[in-house]
């Protein structure tokens, strides 16, 4: 037997040795006792063990991030679509709406010729006009990237390294 019962239409129980639980029968986030209990004539003995049902982790997913692209030339838009991303434990059918992003941006910082380190920046400087950033693309403008880069530079001339969108 299993206690709480998970809601369902019948209560899970089994005459047999082997309990099969099916597929997304157990709620995450709550525990369940589970009893066997085996019985020869007039004797019997129970055990139980406790089961819990962890939530499961996201899966990022990005795509058209793994290009170089140059900054020179006329503005264009720059996409990096995340829309893949799901949660394993939902069900197939909402596993696109199971999911909520969130973007984070960083350039490199340099001192010389060498990359030293990151520095994050608010995504909103960069994006598309209209573009939003709660949603799984994230749409940046070339030339919005290429300002920002300039004027958070000491020279006003170096160029961004992006890399770290999560």
Known sequence: SIDPQP?????????????????????????YTVAFTVSQGGVSATATTLLRVARSKPIARLSGGDRLVSLSGDPRIISL???????????RASRAGSVSYSWACERGVRSGAAQVGTQRFNCSLVVAPGASLGDGTLRVHSGRLLAHTKTASPSGNATTVTHGCE
């Open 7 to 31: 809601s369902q239409a019948s209560p899970l129980a089994s005459s047999t040795r082997n309990l099969v639980i099916p597929k997304r029968t157990l709620t995450q986030g709550v525990s």
């Open 81 to 91: 679509d995340a829309s893949s991303s799901y949660t394993p434990s939902a069900p």
